[in-house]
């Protein structure tokens, strides 16, 4: 859903962040927390992030390369980036906001073909950098915003991003230094051997990017203690920046704390003072006392997440973060163990007794049949030994599978991605999907319209009769296997499309079995859990 566009005074103005030394600093939660507090001051404000790989979005790129695919409710395949500013500024962004070097040349390769180019030469300057100064731009325009905060992937420096930064750069003069500003995210690393914070990383990092024609006026340097008034003022020196404009970014006990980090560094002052913007009043309204839920925690829930991408805990930020949303609200700290589920196949089915450990299970989405045995193991021995157990898109699909086998009688029961013969699949391919050979974006994706029965836990806990969530999966609930699946005690809660698609199952008389297709973490904000995370976290601390 697009935010209404609104009147504002004057031109919008733009906030590029850009990051040097290494990636994973934390660009994205310096966007998202200075996106914050410029909302927190009243602004309209959104971000948008500058993917610059060739892909034409994050669909079909692997999560254990990547990352988790964050879904928009107009069905964006987004980085997950897109989901951290959604979290901070709980507005819901569009696929617009991701913008990658795939979708820009897409674009001006379909306008040359088109012979909108009148024969000239098309090249990198000007036509690509001004693509992507007109899709900034056209943004700002249609949601009518005061500021807007882009920020680039990866790291200075990178060949991939030269366009980006060409275009910023041009902006600058485009719009005019009261309506641009730069942040550069930095690193000032400790070395054990010396016991001091080391600045020539950052140094050299702005070096390059002052090469290419852009002299930040914010540098915000990462580093895990405060940063050091000599560290300071060098950084400061060779940067070419103000003092008062080097932020230290050390680490904080959340990065729901990173706003306040940065306020009481005068950032908010800083911005608005060189981008020309009145004198802020924050309004921190109910912020600090959320911030403050992820710290002041007593007691432990553990979970068990039971999935295929393991490996790189990114591949489920999401996830991580409606467990740690619904922790806070109820004051415990999540601790999370990541199982890779073919740790529970080949002949390896007595690991399962380790998931007795824990207060709770959760099997969240993936593909493929690499793991998935071990899922369908999980979510039966959830079943079995009364464990909170909570099922996302493939975690929904997989515990059909499971109780089909095991509490249904069909011992061959499966999903037809897993085994194209299976006599019994109670999971099938969409009917619509069956003529789709493009990958890429032909999912069902984004947000649909959900009802849910009366009378049934998902009736209790979403306390409507009509939930709207996003999606993301080819394969649903064979609704041939309805009757003999209903008689047997599983409860299919909810539905979408007037009847066509199920959406959440539950096992009435289990202390917590519920999974749905959709996935629910995409929905989850701090201080606003989901209520399909919180049921589950409430339901595992009691265990």
């Not at 895990?224 to 003022?233: C, F, G, I, V």
């Not at 009366?454 to 979403?462: C, E, F, I, N, V």
Request: net charge neutral; glycine share 10%; charged share 25%.
């Amino acid at each position: 859903m697009q935010s209404k566009a609104r009147p504002r005074n004057g031109p919008c103005k733009f906030i590029f962040v850009t990051g040097g030394v290494m990636s994973g600093l934390g660009k994205g939660v310096t966007t998202s927390s200075t996106a914050k507090l410029l909302q927190l001051a009243g602004y309209k404000v959104s971000c948008v992030k500058i993917d610059p790989y060739v892909n034409y979005d994050a669909g079909t790129m692997n999560p254990v390369a990547h990352g988790e695919v964050f879904v928009t409710d107009d069905g964006g395949e987004c980085d997950m980036d897109i989901g951290n500013y959604e979290r901070f500024i709980d507005m819901p962004m569009t696929k617009e906001h991701n913008i990658t070097t795939g979708r820009v040349y897409m674009d001006v390769i379909k306008a040359e073909r088109e012979g909108k180019y009148l024969g000239q030469c098309v090249q990198i300057i000007p036509h690509v950098t001004d693509a992507i100064k007109k899709t900034l731009r056209k943004i700002a325009d249609d949601e009518g915003l005061d500021i807007m905060v882009v920020e680039c992937g990866g790291t200075v420096g990178d060949i991939e991003s030269l366009p980006f930064l060409e275009a910023f750069r041009q902006m600058e003069l485009d719009q005019g230094l009261s309506n641009t500003l730069f942040i550069h995210v930095t690193l000032a690393p400790v070395l054990d051997v010396v016991g001091e914070q080391k600045t020539k990383p950052t140094q050299h990092s702005v070096q390059e990017l002052r090469r290419i024609g852009i002299q930040p006026d914010l540098l915000a340097v990462r580093c895990k203690t405060p940063l050091s008034a000599d560290a300071r003022r060098k950084i400061s020196l060779f940067g070419s920046v103000e003092e008062k404009c080097v932020i230290s970014c050390h680490d904080a006990p959340s990065i729901y704390k990173v706003p306040e980090v940065l306020e009481a560094q005068g950032v908010l002052s800083a911005i608005t003072e060189r981008l020309g913007l009145r004198k802020p009043a924050l309004r921190w309204g109910n912020w600090q006392s959320i911030a403050d839920s992820f710290s002041n925690q007593s007691g432990m829930v553990k979970i068990a997440i039971v999935g295929k991408y393991v490996t790189l805990p990114d591949s489920y930020v999401s996830v991580y973060h409606a467990l740690s949303h619904a922790g806070a609200s109820i004051g415990k700290k999540i601790e999370i163990q990541w199982i890779d589920s073919e740790g529970f196949e080949n002949g390896a089915a007595e690991n399962l007794a380790q998931l007795k450990n824990f207060d709770g299970i959760l099997a969240p989405g993936g593909f493929g049949k690499r793991g998935s045995e071990g899922i369908i193991d999980a979510a039966n021995f959830a079943r079995v030994n009364d464990i909170p157990y909570l099922g996302i898109c493939f975690g929904f699909q997989l515990a059909i599978v499971a109780f089909a086998r095991h509490a249904g009688g069909l011992t061959d029961a499966n999903s037809s991605e897993l085994d194209p013969h299976t006599k019994n699949p109670v999971v099938d391919f969409m009917p619509e999907q069956r003529n789709v050979h493009d990958m890429g974006g032909t999912m069902r994706l984004g947000s649909h319209k959900i009802s849910v029965a009366a009378g049934t836990k998902a009736a209790k806990l979403y306390a409507s009769n009509t939930i709207e969530r996003r999606h993301r999966h080819r394969y649903e609930f064979n609704q041939r296997y309805l009757d003999l699946l209903t008689k047997k005690g599983l409860v299919l809660s909810a539905s979408s499309d007037s009847g066509r698609r199920i959406e959440i199952l539950e096992i009435p008389n289990h202390r917590f079995y519920f999974a749905v297709q959709y996935h629910a973490e995409f929905s989850s904000r701090p201080g606003k859990p989901e209520q399909a995370f919180d049921a589950f976290v409430k339901a595992a601390a009691r265990r």
